[in-house]
């Protein structure tokens, strides 16, 4: 994730519906944290992740984390 904010310190807390979702990768959206189709002309595909049943995510916003999109913390932050 080349744009990523390294120093967020947060992630971004949604209560989203079920459904498939894209999360971008390349910085370059108007729809942050979801993809647009900006990255077209670049090589950072965004992240597609399913929601079986209405719930809250923390999608992270640092960029460090093993479990993109969710925060799962590696960057210090404590996810409930």
């Known amino acids: 994730m080349s744009n990523m904010n390294t120093d967020a310190g947060m992630p971004i807390t949604l209560t989203l519906e079920s459904g498939t979702y894209y999360r971008c990768s390349c910085g370059e959206s108007q729809d942050l944290p979801f993809c ?42 404590e996810v409930p």
Request: charged fraction near 30%; charge should be negative; include cysteine.
């Open 36 to 77: 647009d189709g900006s990255h077209q002309a670049g090589e950072n595909l965004p992240f597609k992740f399913e929601v079986e049943e209405r719930k809250k995510v923390y999608i992270c916003s640092c960029g460090k984390t093993e479990n993109q999109p969710y925060c799962d913390g590696s960057c210090g932050v």
